[in-house]
């Protein structure tokens, strides 16, 4: 298996953080991605646009090998995640930090466990300092004081943030957010934003975000893909991808419908 | 369509409905040696997380322990109820507590102490696993470079199969309790004669084997119960579904080995 430097022409010197390599996959006969092609470039922030179902949530569940696909390979500075022994792909998945759509918190634990857990899994710091970190990442997303809260008692924009804090409590070199602003109120929503812009600021996060909310994956991204068809149909800066000729990229952008219907 | 053609699809439909049944029972027995391999993988790698096992251990035996012991008690009673009934007509009486003791370290208490885990147990494994598989929890810990089977399925099968040959011990010593109160009350045995049959002819081997199939069953129940939750689909409903079928298929396993077991310890 083809590992380290492509060699791509046009390409920057160093190689990608992720690569994704004509990856396939299809529940149930139904084929969701269709060879996508992706590269994240180290210390960028890529978000992901497409319709609902076009499959974003399956595929940045293959960035961090939560799903294996048929075919395709997904790389992670140099190493291939969808071909590795399972000591080894643990070893790559502490480099990142992912929240999900529905927030995933762990219901058997308070708020505040929740934030620690990858902190008590994985650094030697002791109670005072994860307390304090857990506090500064609750602090980040307008959650103070519901640490002790359980997870149960939280509407699900608090869950979301709460999955959004627990990702980032690690200081990952990679960051997946699924939807991290859906069913958040406009203010709440530009909160997370900020903390998204911040952490930009740091030249060695990379970021992938999902949104449906195209006001913040302008102010978020370094490049925007669009998703469609199971297929990276555009991916580009965003002030280029806000002037793409394509008509659906049009129609998305001017929350209009669409006459032909996607398959 | 023509009656041959109906015929044959009928045909063709109930060998397709055969054909997809084994393949799901194939499917099954692959799950069950997948996650038996992956927790022995799993077992004996770092970190080795004591706490949680306590915690399991805890839930497996102690709370487990008043159903057990109330189960095997009754089942000493009535066994002695109904042998002496029984041994009454050839005046063989003096039987009734080896019988007893025989049966229930042999075979009783390992077996209704695992169904009864298996019921309490099992389900639980399947329910609470299911519910985080549903949930994307499983996903979550995936993401945190926490490998799930290590840290959700090696504490709760690990406790299961350390705590089960305690519990059947606790259960035999309950079992002949009941047998030896109800015969020297009821049925007026001689208790120091009741007390020496007891053990006349009771091997170690006859306890060890029971033991050993104690441990076996509860690793087979608890495998059962968390490979059912961790492979769960389905939302809400399949998480019903799993745990159903990790206490139906917990139950038969346990009583199909019981008798391969049995003709291996002897
Ligand atoms: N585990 C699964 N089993 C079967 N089908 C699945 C599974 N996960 C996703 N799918 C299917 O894949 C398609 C893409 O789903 P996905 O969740 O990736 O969509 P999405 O782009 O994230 O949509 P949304 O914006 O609504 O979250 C859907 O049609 C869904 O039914
Ligand atoms: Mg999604």
Redesign the interface.
């Known amino acids: 298996m083809a590992t380290g430097e492509r060699g791509e022409s046009g390409r920057a010197a160093a190689p990608p953080k992720i690569a994704v390599i004509d990856l396939h996959k299809s529940f149930a006969g139904r084929e969701v991605l269709r060879g996508v092609n992706l590269e994240v470039e180290a210390g960028e922030s890529l978000v992901i646009v497409g319709g609902s179902g076009a499959g974003k949530s399956v595929l940045i ?1 293959h960035l ?3 799903i294996t696909p048929e075919r395709g390979h997904v790389i992670i500075d140099g190493e291939d995640l969808t071909n590795c022994e ?2 080894r792909c ?2 790559i ?2 480099k ?3 929240s ?1 759509q ?1 927030g ?4 058997s634990m308070t708020v505040f466990e929740n934030i620690a ?2 902190l008590r ?2 650094t030697r710091m002791d109670e005072a300092a994860i307390a304090a970190r857990v506090q500064e990442c609750l602090a980040l997303v307008h959650l103070d004081g519901t640490g002790g809260k359980a997870t149960s008692e939280l509407s699900g924009g608090m869950r979301r943030r709460v999955g959004f804090a ?1 990702a980032i409590s690690l200081q990952p070199e990679i960051l ?1 957010f699924d939807e991290p602003d859906t069913g958040l109120d406009p203010i709440t929503s530009a909160v997370i934003d900020a903390v998204i812009v911040e952490m930009r600021k740091q030249l060695d996060v990379t970021m992938v975000t999902i949104t449906h909310n195209m006001q913040s994956a302008f102010r978020i991204a370094d490049r925007i893909a669009m998703l469609r068809n199971g297929q990276i149909t555009a991916i580009a800066r965003p002030d280029v991808f806000r002037s793409l000729a394509d008509p659906y990229i049009q129609k998305f952008l001017a929350g209009e419908p669409l006459e032909e219907e996607v398959a | 369509m023509s009656a041959e053609q109906t015929q044959a699809s009928g045909v063709v439909g109930v060998l397709e409905s055969v054909g997809r049944k084994s393949l799901g029972l194939f499917e099954e027995i692959g799950r069950f040696f997948f996650i038996l391999h992956a927790t022995v993988y799993w077992t004996f790698r770092r970190p080795f997380d004591g706490k949680e096992w306590l915690r399991q251990m805890v839930r497996v035996g102690v709370d487990s322990l008043p159903v057990v012991g109330l189960t095997s008690m009754f089942t000493g009673m009535v066994l002695a109820l109904q042998t002496y009934r029984g041994f009454e007509r050839f005046h063989a009486e003096g039987f009734v507590a080896s019988v007893v003791s025989l049966s229930l370290t042999r075979e009783l208490a390992p077996v209704l102490a695992s169904l009864m885990i298996a019921g309490r147990v099992g389900s639980s494994l399947a329910a609470e696993l299911g519910t985080m598989r549903v949930t994307e929890q499983i996903d979550a810990l995936y993401a945190m470079a926490t490998e799930p089977i290590q840290y959700l399925v090696v504490p709760r099968v690990g406790a299961t199969t350390v705590m089960l040959p305690p519990l059947v011990a606790i259960a035999n010593g309950l079992g002949i309790f009941g047998g030896y109160a109800i015969s020297v009350a009821l049925m007026g045995a001689n208790p120091v004669t009741y007390w020496e049959k007891t053990f006349q002819y009771l091997d170690l081997n006859d306890v060890s084997s029971g033991l050993i199939k104690a441990a076996v069953f509860g690793l087979i129940l608890s495998v059962t119960g968390c490979s059912k939750g961790f492979f769960t689909t389905g939302g809400a409903e399949g998480v019903g579904r799993a745990t159903t079928s990790a206490v139906v298929m917990g139950s038969v396993v346990i009583l199909v080995s019981d008798f391969f077991l049995t003709k291996i310890l002897f």
């Open positions: 569940k961090i090998g939560l399972p000591a643990l070893a998945r502490r990142f930090g992912m999900f529905e995933a918190l762990f219901d857990f990858p899994r994985h627990r997946l």
